[in-house]
């Protein structure tokens, strides 16, 4: 008999002292760990819990363990462990799975979960060990890093050019849906390969053209050039191809960014635009030696009908004086349209534009006088307003926009002249109170021959406009205050 109450008391003494090591290793545990029965009541919990749930570990003893679980899960819980106890079939034995906690306070938190089975000598019913992770700031960080991928990829495929992302060596890491589409492939079918050897280079010589290109990106050079390449359809799109590198925060070259633009409409545009203006260019040498060819008899003619008109009465002197003035008239036609035929050779300088407009009313001021005109120039002073032009070719045009405001003004009036300096161009206004321009004639004013004066050309306006684009400006009809034709001559500033 009393050996076995010896042995009893061994076997207490081995069980406080396992039950004392089970607490201490609980306690050690730096995750939070709880056990529970086959019903899903707590039995033990560990002091982690306190600082991953906000419960001590006594108030969660006695507890279901759906108590730290939210919706569904809290619901759904006890209808898996009566699955399990019916079955033996579980999903979760053995296995490390995230799910979504709830904390005392009602926080969500997100939890990495694993649960193993335990049994114990002696008795037929297990106990389950949950060990528990808060995995919260890596979910959160997984998630943004989630969403920061979709977002990279819609605004990457829905770039309209070729885009793609290339590891230094050349490896084809990312593609863009416009790029896939060019050859109808899937990404599977392209990533992960050198980028020369995907079906966008087909031919031998773009593929050393490339590896050359990434070679020289590789060690930090910008690279760009143009280049065709098959179209799934059919045909050949032409593409500017450039490939740039990427530097880390290091300045250490990580990736690789290639990019193609469809330019086969430009290049298109182009080839249309070379033709169009090699036509126009031979319609233009053609009316410039029709022009000259012409003008050399207008001369000769003009000039023997002046020597007959003085051997003839003063009837006939007058006929003739009539076709001499008509015969000047066509002569005059003639050089104008040599002008507007031939290229213009500009010799360029800077040169005060205050100069410019003054020069042209010391010109015009007697011819403003006989007219009744006044000539108003209000900036003259503004010798600081530079402008970038050929001085002969501008003082044409401003004579011919002053003349014809003179011209305009029958009964007398103001003719204004104005600098409005800009950051890159300079305005020279033009404008008078006359009658104005008639809006029939307003769309087609800088066209060649039309005019509002019976004894014009209709050239005029036309070359001014052509001097003025030449010098990378404008002529166009503008608004101003005195309410009636306004002229504005846009010119470059000279070059810092």
């Given at each position: 008999?009393?050996?076995?109450?010896?042995?009893?008391?061994?076997?207490?003494?081995?069980?406080?002292?396992?039950?004392?090591?089970?607490?201490?290793?609980?306690?050690?545990?730096?995750?939070?760990?709880?056990?529970?029965?086959?019903?899903?009541?707590?039995?033990?919990?560990?002091?982690?819990?306190?600082?991953?749930?906000?419960?001590?570990?006594?108030?969660?003893?006695?507890?279901?363990i759906?108590?730290?679980?939210?919706?569904?899960?809290?619901?759904?819980?006890?209808?898996?462990?009566?699955?399990?106890?019916?079955?033996?079939?579980?999903?979760?034995?053995?296995?490390?799975?995230?799910?979504?906690?709830?904390?005392?306070?009602?926080?969500?938190?997100?939890?990495?979960?694993?649960?193993?089975?335990?049994?114990?000598?002696?008795?037929?019913?297990?106990?389950?060990?949950?060990?528990f992770?808060?995995?919260?700031?890596?979910?959160?960080?997984?998630?943004?890093?989630?969403?920061?991928?979709?977002?990279?990829?819609?605004?990457?495929?829905?770039?309209?050019?070729?885009?793609?992302?290339?590891?230094?060596?050349?490896v084809?890491?990312?593609?863009?849906?416009?790029?896939?589409?060019?050859?109808?492939?899937?990404?599977?079918?392209?990533?992960?390969?050198?980028?020369?050897?995907?079906?966008?280079?087909?031919?031998?010589?773009?593929k050393?053209?490339?590896?050359?290109?990434?070679?020289?990106?590789?060690?930090?050079?910008?690279?760009?050039?143009?280049?065709?390449?098959?179209?799934?359809?059919?045909?050949?799109?032409?593409?500017?191809?450039?490939?740039?590198?990427?530097?880390?925060?290091?300045?250490?070259?990580?990736?690789?960014?290639?990019?193609?633009?469809?330019?086969t409409?430009?290049?298109?545009?182009?080839?249309?635009?070379?033709?169009?203006?090699?036509?126009?260019?031979?319609?233009?040498?053609?009316?410039?030696?029709?022009?000259?060819?012409?003008?050399?008899?207008?001369?000769?003619?003009?000039?023997?009908?002046?020597?007959?008109a003085?051997?003839?009465?003063?009837?006939?002197?007058?006929?003739?004086?009539?076709?001499?003035?008509?015969?000047?008239?066509?002569?005059?036609?003639?050089?104008?349209?040599?002008?507007?035929?031939?290229?213009?050779?500009?010799?360029?300088?800077?040169?005060?534009a205050?100069?410019?407009?003054?020069s042209?009313?010391?010109?015009?001021?007697?011819?403003?006088?006989?007219?009744?005109?006044?000539?108003?120039?209000?900036?003259?002073?503004?010798?600081?307003?530079?402008?970038?032009?050929?001085?002969?070719?501008?003082?044409?045009?401003?004579?011919?926009?002053?003349?014809?405001?003179?011209?305009?003004?029958?009964?007398?009036?103001?003719?204004?002249?104005?600098?409005?300096?800009?950051?890159?161009?300079?305005?020279?206004?033009?404008?008078?109170?006359?009658?104005?321009?008639?809006a029939?004639?307003?769309?087609?004013?800088?066209?060649?021959?039309?005019?509002?004066?019976?004894?014009g050309?209709?050239?005029?306006?036309?070359?001014?406009?052509?001097?003025?684009?030449?010098?990378?400006?404008?002529?166009?009809?503008?608004?101003?205050?005195?309410?009636?034709?306004?002229?504005?001559?846009?010119l470059?500033r000279?070059?810092?």
């Amino acid at each position: 008999m009393t050996e076995r109450q010896e042995l009893t008391e061994t076997e207490r003494l081995e069980l406080e002292a396992g039950r004392a090591h089970f607490e201490a290793v609980l306690r050690g545990m730096l995750d939070p760990v709880v056990t529970i029965d086959s019903m899903g009541t707590i039995q033990d919990a560990n002091e982690s819990c306190h600082a991953v749930f906000g419960y001590a570990p006594d108030e969660l003893i006695g507890q279901n363990i759906k108590l730290l679980m939210p919706e569904p899960y809290h619901s759904e819980h006890d209808g898996y462990l009566a699955h399990y106890r019916r079955t033996g079939v579980t999903g979760i034995l053995n296995r490390i799975r995230e799910f979504p906690a709830v904390k005392k306070s009602g926080a969500p938190i997100w939890i990495e979960l694993s649960v193993s089975r335990i049994d114990v000598p002696g008795s037929d019913v297990p106990v389950f060990c949950g060990s528990f992770r808060d995995v919260t700031a890596r979910k959160i960080a997984e998630d943004a890093l989630a969403e920061s991928e979709r977002r990279f990829h819609a605004i990457f495929d829905s770039e309209y050019q070729f885009v793609g992302l290339l590891k230094p060596d050349g490896v084809l890491i990312e593609a863009n849906r416009a790029s896939l589409d060019l050859l109808g492939a899937e990404r599977s079918e392209v990533v992960g390969r050198m980028f020369w050897d995907t079906p966008w280079w087909p031919a031998e010589e773009q593929k050393e053209q490339l590896r050359d290109a990434i070679e020289r990106a590789a060690r930090g050079e910008f690279v760009r050039f143009e280049t065709d390449h098959p179209r799934r359809q059919g045909g050949i799109v032409h593409i500017d191809f450039s490939i740039k590198p990427i530097r880390d925060e290091e300045g250490e070259i990580t990736l690789l960014l290639p990019e193609g633009r469809d330019i086969t409409e430009i290049k298109r545009a182009l080839q249309r635009e070379t033709a169009i203006m090699r036509s126009f260019a031979q319609i233009g040498e053609s009316a410039s030696l029709l022009a000259h060819e012409i003008k050399n008899p207008v001369t000769a003619i003009n000039a023997a009908l002046r020597a007959v008109a003085k051997q003839l009465g003063e009837d006939e002197r007058a006929i003739l004086e009539d076709l001499v003035e008509r015969m000047r008239k066509v002569e005059k036609l003639m050089r104008r349209t040599l002008s507007l035929a031939r290229p213009l050779e500009l010799e360029r300088a800077p040169c005060s534009a205050a100069e410019l407009l003054q020069s042209v009313v010391d010109l015009l001021r007697d011819k403003a006088r006989e007219s009744d005109v006044t000539l108003e120039f209000p900036d003259a002073d503004r010798e600081d307003v530079l402008v970038d032009v050929d001085r002969e070719r501008i003082e044409e045009v401003l004579s011919n926009l002053v003349g014809n405001a003179i011209e305009a003004l029958e009964e007398g009036g103001r003719v204004r002249l104005e600098i409005l300096p800009g950051t890159e161009h300079v305005l020279l206004r033009v404008q008078d109170d006359g009658p104005g321009i008639p809006a029939a004639i307003v769309e087609t004013l800088f066209k060649p021959y039309v005019s509002t004066k019976s004894q014009g050309t209709g050239l005029g306006l036309a070359i001014a406009r052509k001097i003025a684009e030449a010098h990378d400006g404008s002529l166009d009809l503008g608004s101003g205050f005195l309410g009636s034709a306004c002229f504005e001559l846009r010119l470059p500033r000279p070059r810092a």
